[in-house]
């Protein structure tokens, strides 16, 4: 046999062929990389069109934690299972405001522009994020967005900035009837609505409860306000984790006889340090049990700042400037998170 005989030319080819599987890799992987495409298929959420049960936590102060804080967040989450995030656009604790819009709801910026830089930070992660507005009671800031027009313009500063980002949805009003600053009547919420869809007719809205719903509150949610999915704050007491599965089934019924089934989501369950009641790691996992047997779509390992601490200490993520979110997580939290996935 002749020895191959070398010139440019097909050299030139191998080259070139290289470099094309190469291209073929990097295009690959750029496609990996896109982010997720949030939606929904009858009672369930669809990332990128498949089926997925949300598995969330709270990361309430993320625009207050430092870029590192929030990748190392963002990777430990994910290595624990962990598919969403809960974030606010209006978050004022401790004194330090990090709120993406004002009181009027116009841009505040540098805060506006690192809920951008965060939303896709999770889209390369692969992950979802539940963007939440707040008209306040005071605890966690000053009360704002207190007039309609406030309301609608703190609506288009976040759509607006967002629109491009397919990993995101909206709470346009955390705990909507509960009757202090916080509440936003059924008209205003159905204005609310519209304006978003105006905005971006494919994005997925809800109104958050306060508590377990009524059947009324549930038709006014999903016939008049028209909410994509729907999301009850059930109690924070002992009991709570052992109900969780028959009130799941009773919603997704009321739902039926309604006429429109949207994705059960419980975006903020009962969290350790709250009230006297500790709850323990079965108590996490009944909860999360009890929401998927029951047919529910999605479901929040909840956290919050220790009421009874000295400086309300761990904060976990209510404030994120000094400490990352999983540097804050007291022993009980870390077991949870070890046998979450499973």
């Not at 989501?265 to 996992?285: A, C, I, S």
Request: glycine fraction near 8%; aromatic fraction near 8%.
């Amino acid at each position: 046999m002749m020895p191959t005989k070398f010139t440019y030319r097909s050299a030139a080819f191998k080259l070139a062929l290289v470099c094309s599987l190469f291209g073929s890799s990097s295009a690959l992987s750029q496609h990996e990389t896109l982010p997720p495409k949030l939606g929904i298929e009858g009672g369930r959420f669809t990332v990128n069109g498949q089926p997925t049960f949300l598995l969330g936590m709270s990361y309430y102060g993320a625009l207050g934690a430092s870029d590192d804080f929030v990748r190392r967040d963002l990777a430990d989450m994910k290595r624990h299972g962990i598919n969403w995030i809960r974030v606010w656009a209006t978050w004022a604790a401790f004194d330090n405001d990090v709120s993406a819009v004002n009181q009027q709801g116009g841009p505040r910026q540098p805060f506006l522009d690192k809920l951008v830089r965060l939303v896709r930070e999770c889209g390369r992660q692969g992950m979802i994020v539940d963007v939440t507005l707040s008209r306040g009671n005071g605890m966690v800031g000053p009360p704002r967005l207190q007039s309609l027009t406030a309301h609608r313009r703190a609506v288009e500063t976040i759509v607006t900035a967002l629109k491009a980002e397919p990993n995101w949805c909206l709470d346009l009003a955390n705990e909507r009837d509960v009757r202090d600053k916080r509440f936003v009547g059924v008209a205003e919420l159905k204005e609310l609505h519209s304006l978003v869809k105006k905005l971006d007719p494919a994005r997925l809205v809800t109104a958050s409860h306060g508590s377990d719903l009524t059947r009324e509150q549930m038709r006014e949610d999903v016939e008049t306000i028209g909410v994509d999915f729907v999301c009850p704050h059930r109690p924070r007491t002992p009991e709570s984790p052992g109900q969780t599965e028959a009130k799941t089934r009773e919603y997704l019924e009321w739902m039926r006889q309604i006429g429109r089934i949207v994705p059960l989501h419980y975006q903020e369950p009962f969290p350790r340090g709250y009230t006297k009641w500790q709850p323990g790691v079965e108590d996490f996992l009944t909860d999360l049990r009890g929401a998927k047997t029951g047919g529910a779509a999605g479901w929040c390992f909840h956290n919050t700042a220790q009421r009874e601490g000295a400086q309300h200490r761990p904060r976990r993520s209510f404030d994120l400037r000094e400490l990352r979110l999983f540097d804050q997580l007291d022993d009980e939290e870390r077991k949870v998170l070890s046998v979450l996935k499973d």
